[in-house]
């Protein structure tokens, strides 16, 4: 990721959804399934499940579910396949908010259960407990609760048809326990497969590969079915479902979106194929079959989720010029690392999202240029300064291996986990890093993985010599805070030119003459750069000069709206309201609330204005972290 029994009757209008004749290639093999194993060490013991997968736990689920978008509500069955240690008879599931209506074994006989005392922080939910009796195959009818954080129910007027209703799904990290009865974690790895029936016209996609036509039942609703055969962490299972089309990019790749949106999502990511090529030189074979992706409606709350062979995105990356389709490599690259090769505990996200990250640049790299990579390490680079400077170098959050989730945003798994990577490889040179970071991918592929694993090895696979080990300090680097001294820094030319303009503003107020030939890099870097404080003369200068506030690209948007309203520029308000009722992507929501908050008897009225109106319509993931900012004290 880049930067959570109701009656299934349903009555939308007959309006035919188009549908691409060059669709996916849909597959009907179903291979010997996979089983990985468990991490049994203290450092990959999961504090946010209920789970003890060392007695008993799940292999394989199996999903037949029915989509109310009246109720707003999915509900059904799912049939779990288990592995049993010799004498032991009870399974623990995750729950968030789950109506059991029965659980029964392989026969139909109804098991014993207790759903336990709920746990609201952290949505951790409660434990469901299952008396096996023998069983190893067990079948639990049940509705997700209309509140599911990990779903997300959209209105006709929430999309860009505005005629047929939305839903889509976001897991991680440990949503997917509100619509899906499992171990919810990302190191009880499970394959799965799923039957979903949805009303016409509305189209279903998941992170599986689909398994023959949709099957029409007659009823007004269409059934379909989806496969995976690889084992993967419960969060990357997902669900969308509207009125969608589908375009192929190249043999193995395409995009879905809204008939509206498709065109310019396809021209987007029509680089897409290229850069599948261009990770599989880097690192070996793609494992999934296809890489399609589908561009959601503007309420979804992250820029991409990696889901597997469909990744999720955000149609706020959409500029026109491909110049935010790092967030395509940065997706893409999870394909290896954090699908293929997954953290264990959240405490080591970095593991999936820094490794990521360092494979992005990487691709931006072969695909774009060495330019471009260089300008998207440096930014990546201001960002680790910036957040050390505001909690301290030796903030314990910002060591990589840490106890809990990240909280300090992408800084630190993020970019922190990828420079540690740009280092290593500075120092023993590319060609034995590239060698290195493949035979882990190979090695680990579909399994879960523990900073102390990647340590170990490192210090086997990689590092020739002990003096060479204390060149590199992966210890430091991983376990302890701050960012050690031996960091393979950007080139400081990648943006002299910029940096120069900058220095001339702050010192002559002029504005750069080469703006509009720029890279959208470059253009973040003047504005990431300029002074703090602006009068509402300067703010206006800049927007003629620079016309931010009608840029096509969200970045420089977020950009201009963040600086407009630090200052409280007024003229700058309504277009930020209309940001804020149309975007629900946490990344630009959550800081232009907090700048609002921040700005006290001028902004918090117009912030509390605004989200009274726009809550409702964010996700779950977006609305906490909003609230938590409404609700801080000066």
Known sequence: ?????????????????????????????????????????????????YAEPQKARVTHVALDLGLDFAAQRVGGSATLSLLVQPGEETLVLDS??????????????????????????????????????????????????????????L????????????????????????WIPTQDSPGIRQTWEARITAPKPLDVVMSGVRQGEPEDLGDGRRAFRFMMDKPVPPYLIALAAGDIDFKAIGPRTGVWAEPSVLPRAYAEVADTEEMVEAAEE??????????????????FPYGGM???????????????????????AHELAHSWSGNLVTNAVWGDSWLNEGVTTYFENRIVEAVYGKKRAEQEAALMYANIVET??????????????????????????????????????????????????????????????????????????????EAEAERLALREWIFEPGLPANVAKPDPAAFAEVDAAVDRYADRGMMPSAWSSWTAAEQIRFLDNLPAELSHDQLAALDSALGLSATGNNEILFLWLEMALENRYDPAVPQAEQFLATVGRAKFVRPLFGVLWNEGDWGRPIATRIYAKTRDSYHSVTRAGVDRVMSASD
């Open 96 to 153: 968030n908010g789950l109506q059991i209506a029965s659980i029964t074994d392989a026969s139909g006989r109804a098991l014993p259960y207790e759903i336990g005392e709920n746990v609201e922080k952290g949505g951790k939910g409660a434990p469901l407990t299952v008396a096996l009796n023998g069983a190893r195959t067990i079948r639990i009818d049940y509705t997700a609760p209309a509140d599911a954080a990990a779903l997300q129910w």
């Open 1 to 49: 990721m880049r930067r959570i029994t109701a009656s299934l009757a349903i009555l939308l209008a007959t309006a035919a959804c188009t549908t691409a004749t060059s669709e996916p290639v849909v597959s009907t093999a179903i291979p010997e399934p996979m089983v990985s194993p468990i991490l049994s060490g203290p450092e990959a013991l999961d504090t946010l499940t």
């Open 155 to 178: 209105t006709p007027e929430q999309t860009s048809g505005k005629v047929h209703p939305f839903l889509f799904s976001q897991g991680q990290a440990i949503l997917n326990r509100t």
């Open 306 to 328: 990696e889901n597997p062979v469909m990744t999720f995105l955000t149609p706020t990356f959409i500029a026109g010029d491909r110049s935010n389709n790092g967030l395509v």
């Open 282 to 299: 880097l690192y070996g074979e793609y494992r999934w079959g296809r890489y399609d992706m589908i561009v959601l409606p503007p309420a």
């Open 388 to 465: 050390l400077g505001e909690v301290g170098e030796d903030a314990p959050g910002t060591a990589l291996s840490t106890e809990g989730e990240y909280e300090l945003g992408s800084a630190i798994a993020y970019d922190k986990g990828a420079f540690f990577l740009r280092t290593v490889e500075r120092i023993v040179g590319r060609e034995r890093f590239d060698a290195w970071l493949q035979q882990w991918f190979d090695n680990h592929a579909f399994q879960p993985a523990t900073s102390e694993l990647f340590l170990e090895d490192m210090m086997e696979n990689l590092v020739a010599s």
